[in-house]
């Protein structure tokens, strides 16, 4: 009965067994003279909803656009799952991002939009179908399925994004400022939206973004970063 009675809380950064499923590990990244991260070492757990905060040009995006393969460290090292990913392109990684615009083909149904990187991938057609049909029902817009994005609203229209992020089950999904397209209303009730379908994939969740709020909303812990350095790294009741 004691186990009923002592919720496990989730702390995994806190077991000193627990291994990260990324590391940074003394990363430094330059833009000619501008040195964008500055010798940078960071330990994200599985599972984690992770959020990225600073200003712009702290080196937020940078460190994002670094896991997703767009960018390489130019000192030090990135282990996703204890692999060093350093080199692999962003096709070849278990990680997928999600972007500000959502960047939805406009002539395609939700449904189609949501099956595009399985067909990519050649996925059987029937393995397609059900699994885009399990994506529906985690962002509840099985009804919308036949409408095109124009057709829909800016809400669903980021769900639509984000089950299409999520439909290759990847190790890791990024999202970019995900929620600066949306009026503030709208914001708090996805912010909450997207913490049920984190919890509910068990997806390692990275964000970025400069909202304070929303990082302490949505985050398992907040890296606090300016100048390309992190700042401070704690659960959102700690960083104040």
């Known amino acids: 009965m004691a186990d009923a009675d002592t919720k496990q809380v989730f702390a995994p950064w806190t077991d000193p067994e627990a291994k990260p499923i990324i ?10 003279d501008f040195t964008a991260i500055d010798d940078l070492t960071l330990d994200i757990h599985e599972r984690e ?20 393969g767009f960018e390489t460290p130019t000192e030090g090292h990135i282990y996703l799952s204890g692999q060093n990913i350093d080199t692999v392109p962003p096709n070849k990684r278990a990680v997928n991002m999600m972007f500000q615009s959502y960047a939805l083909f406009p002539h395609l149904s939700v449904w189609d939009n949501i099956a595009f990187g399985l067909k ?14 399990e994506m529906l029902r985690l962002v509840q817009l099985g009804k919308f399925a036949n409408r095109k994005p124009h057709q829909i609203s800016g809400g669903q229209r980021q769900r639509v994004a984000l ?4 439909a290759k089950a990847p190790k890791l999904l990024l999202l970019d400022e995900p929620l600066g397209a949306l009026d503030k ?56």
């Open 49 to 68: 909803f992770f959020s990225l905060l600073g200003p712009s040009g702290c080196g937020k995006t940078t460190m994002m656009r670094m896991l997703a």
């Open 120 to 133: 990519r991938e050649g996925m059987a057609k029937d393995k397609i179908a059900s699994r885009v049909e």
């Open 23 to 32: 590391q940074f590990k003394n990363v430094t990244k330059r833009f000619g």
């Open 163 to 166: 089950a299409r992020s999520l």
């Open 185 to 240: 209303k709208l914001r708090q009730e996805t912010q909450f939206e997207l913490m049920d379908i984190q919890e509910s994939t068990g997806t390692t969740f990275v964000i970025v973004t400069h909202d304070q709020e929303e990082a302490m909303t949505v985050s398992s812990r907040v890296a606090v970063m300016d100048h390309g350095k992190i700042i401070q790294v704690d659960t959102p009741d700690k960083i104040y």
